[in-house]
């Protein structure tokens, strides 16, 4: 889709990252730390000035007191630690629990390490079905991927949920392996991170990272907390895969980590909720059906009163003859027809772009998309 919107001079409401730019301290940092010669790989398992700021982080923002040595790993991005951690724990065969919508990669995540992924649906207005999520435990399965806040929905798991979702796996012997990677851009609700609840610290990887606190998705920087025995085992994947995140780059972040306060996030979190604000009522007023997000910068729209064409059809449409490009809904499901009446718009761009969008879907002129997306 960003080839398409590429083609036909479309605003890119498609893919997933910001063109806004990334903390001014932070980029300083990682400059300095280039010039200071932080050339060479970091330790595989992450610099260690990084893990200190990692752990430090999990202190101050859930109470959780991390030892950096032995329980956090710095990956490529948390798509590495995804991949790594499935790898360290699961076998061919074993079944991994995956919610629906679900963020595109965890499916082919699974698939990788010869598992196979059972789809649990988990809609963006109602709560979660925790009987059905029940039902889809089995003596097979090693583990569950709890996405919250979520890519594509937008939904935040709620502490009752979170707690449901604990208790099966306890009783299941299963791992619960989160990606937190929005914990941070929140636009209404609580973000807990399942490791916080009772039982839970010794079967559950964490795993987030900086590509959207800070905007920085081109980093590549990914973090994983998980008990020190899995951590091994992490690292071990991890190293074959990748030796190592950049290392002048880890040492720029945790510079910026340490530094920025309180007032970073809760700006950062405001400035979401302003662009959902712009976004959503253009989207609800062109015609689609759409719930305001909990967390994440995505936007789940239904077209079904818009046209009666598939998802890709419609996406291609809206982008060569609306100027506005979107991801197929059917991207986001097992079962292509599940998404076949929904597209995905993001908000992680400037207020001038999204307000141009907003006159596009709203039926207005196209002129300008271009500059504004530099
Ligand atoms: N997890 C989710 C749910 C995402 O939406 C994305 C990016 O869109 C990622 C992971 C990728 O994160 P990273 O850039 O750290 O690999």
Known sequence: MSRLAAEHGAINLAQGFPNFPAPELLKEAACKAIRDDFNQYAITWGARRLREAVARKYDAWYGMTLDPDGEITITCGATEAMVATLMAIVNPGDEVIVFEPFYENYGPDTILCEAKPVFVPLAPGAPLDLDRLAAAFSARTRAIIVNTPSNPSGRVLTRAELEGIALLCQRHDAWAVTDEIYEHIRLSGEHIPIATLPGMRERTITISGASKTFSITGWRIGTVVAPAGITE????????????????????????????????????????????????????AAGFTALAPQGAYYI??????????????????????????????SSFFSRPELGRHLVRFVFCKTDELLQEAAARLLGGGRGGAKELQR
Do not use: N
């Open 233 to 284: 085992a992490i690292r071990k994947v991890h190293d074959f895969l990748t030796v190592g995140a950049p290392a002048p780059l880890q040492e720029g972040l945790a510079v910026a980590m340490d530094a920025l306060g309180q007032e970073y996030y809760a700006k950062m979190a405001a400035d979401y909720r302003r662009r959902c604000d712009l976004l959503l009522p253009a989207i609800t």
């Open 300 to 329: 789940l729209a239904d077209f079904s009163a818009l046209s009666d064409q598939d998802d890709t059809t419609f996406a291609h449409w809206l982008a060569r003859e609306r100027g506005v490009a979107t991801v197929p809904g």
